[in-house]
């Protein structure tokens, strides 16, 4: 059995599945892997570098992929956007800051725009802005997101598109990690879903061995949002109701709540911090995680992600449903 949606009708995929576009964890190999098994990979291009990108779609070795960045580190380069609407993605996803003039150029160069909202307000928005998808993104996610959680978020987003934009698709993304979101997902109004977490932790992930191990280790109550991660980054986002869900470890014990003495101290601890990152040091640096890795337990390839999350939602969705078809 398989999943058909308006998702996998617009986008030409198999299952209602994209691959959240993580920075420096969702590259262009776990891309190319998800949308070989039949969804939509989605390159992670993050704040900009562009190095980096020419890096992973070269990775993604001609696979269908898609491109996401967040926005308003985007305004910073501008230029960069053309430079991956050159390469032809399947998709290409705004998050966190203003859509235009962003939304209007990918519209006009004819590929699919998708637009990542955390409430009604930007949701709103991005039906202005003329989004081809909406993903509503709750605060279980990991990364950033703001205060609205995924069971009430994605009905009431689907409510207002039914009325306001019914050409508009919809994607749930926060606390997907198996076949149970999935089918939940599809039954609250979305049209498919959109999953992070569960991919860094697979195979073809970026992510260090020690990330990948932190999220298989720890239960759902292991994370937090600090944004302790984003100051030793030197990562400011110009808009606080974004925080960063991360996983509540030694660093994040040591200077959550204490940002400002963190600024103080932050020529050492930056350089101290991306030495852990490097190392995949999960306990002195940050793992951006959601609270869903609290029932994720292994880190198989992509492909056996995919296909157990469909067969699991078709299952607890039943032959009558009307998604599932032989």
Same mark, same amino acid.
């Given at each position: 059995?398989?999943?058909?949606?308006?998702?996998?009708?617009?986008?030409?995929?198999?299952?209602?599945?994209?691959?959240?576009?993580?920075?420096?964890?969702?590259?262009?190999?776990?891309?190319? #892997?998800?949308?070989?098994? $039949?969804? /939509?990979?989605?390159?992670? @291009? %993050?704040? =900009? &570098?562009?190095?980096? +990108?020419?890096?992973?779609?070269?990775?993604?070795?001609?696979?269908?992929?898609?491109?996401?960045?967040?926005?308003?580190?985007?305004?910073?380069?501008?230029?960069?956007?053309?430079?991956?609407?050159?390469?032809?993605?399947?998709?290409?996803?705004?998050?966190?800051?203003?859509?235009?003039?962003?939304?209007?150029?990918?519209?006009?160069?004819?590929?699919?725009?998708?637009?990542?909202?955390?409430?009604?307000?930007?949701?709103?928005?991005?039906?202005?802005?003329?989004?081809?998808?909406?993903?509503?993104?709750?605060?279980?996610?990991?990364?950033?997101?703001?205060?609205?959680?995924?069971?009430?978020?994605?009905?009431?987003?689907?409510?207002?598109? #039914?009325?306001?934009?019914? $050409?508009? /698709?919809?994607?749930?993304? @926060? %606390?997907? =990690? &198996?076949?149970?979101? +999935?089918?939940?997902?599809?039954?609250?109004?979305?049209?498919?879903?959109?999953?992070?977490?569960?991919?860094?932790?697979?195979?073809?992930?970026?992510?260090?061995?020690?990330?990948?191990?932190?999220?298989?280790?720890?239960?759902?109550?292991?994370?937090?949002?600090?944004?302790?991660?984003?100051?030793?980054?030197?990562?400011?986002?110009?808009?606080?109701?974004?925080?960063?869900?991360?996983?509540?470890?030694?660093?994040?014990?040591?200077?959550?709540?204490?940002?400002?003495?963190?600024?103080?101290?932050?020529?050492?601890?930056?350089?101290?911090?991306?030495?852990?990152?490097?190392?995949?040091?999960?306990?002195?640096?940050?793992?951006?995680?959601?609270?869903?890795?609290?029932?994720?337990?292994?880190?198989?390839?992509?492909?056996?992600?995919?296909?157990?999350?469909?067969?699991?939602?078709?299952?607890?969705?039943?032959?009558?449903?009307?998604?599932?078809?032989?």
């Amino acid at each position: 059995m398989r999943l058909k949606t308006r998702l996998t009708e617009r986008l030409g995929i198999e299952h209602p599945i994209l691959l959240a576009p993580m920075g420096v964890i969702a590259g262009g190999r776990l891309a190319a #892997a998800v949308s070989n098994a $039949g969804g /939509l990979g989605i390159i992670g @291009g %993050g704040y =900009g &570098d562009a190095d980096w +990108l020419d890096q992973q779609f070269a990775a993604a070795g001609g696979s269908r992929v898609g491109c996401g960045f967040i926005t308003w580190s985007l305004a910073n380069n501008p230029a960069l956007l053309d430079e991956v609407l050159s390469r032809h993605p399947s998709a290409l996803m705004l998050s966190f800051g203003a859509l235009e003039p962003h939304a209007s150029r990918v519209r006009a160069h004819g590929t699919t725009l998708i637009c990542q909202v955390q409430g009604m307000k930007y949701l709103r928005e991005a039906v202005d802005a003329g989004a081809d998808i909406i993903v509503a993104e709750g605060s279980e996610a990991g990364g950033h997101s703001a205060h609205r959680g995924v069971f009430t978020l994605v009905p009431e987003a689907a409510d207002y598109l #039914a009325t306001h934009s019914p $050409g508009t /698709l919809l994607v749930a993304a @926060g %606390g997907v =990690g &198996d076949g149970r979101g +999935l089918a939940a997902a599809l039954m609250l109004g979305a049209d498919g879903v959109l999953a992070g977490t569960r991919f860094i932790a697979c195979e073809e992930s970026e992510a260090a061995e020690g990330f990948r191990q932190a999220i298989i280790r720890v239960d759902g109550d292991a994370t937090v949002k600090s944004n302790s991660v984003d100051v030793v980054r030197k990562r400011y986002w110009p808009n606080p109701e974004f925080v960063v869900r991360v996983l509540y470890n030694r660093f994040v014990a040591k200077w959550h709540g204490r940002e400002r003495e963190l600024e103080q101290a932050i020529d050492v601890e930056h350089d101290r911090f991306w030495m852990a990152f490097k190392a995949g040091d999960a306990e002195n640096s940050g793992v951006l995680m959601g609270q869903v890795a609290g029932i994720i337990h292994d880190a198989p390839p992509a492909a056996r992600i995919v296909e157990s999350m469909v067969s699991q939602a078709c299952r607890l969705l039943g032959s009558h449903s009307p998604f599932v078809t032989l």
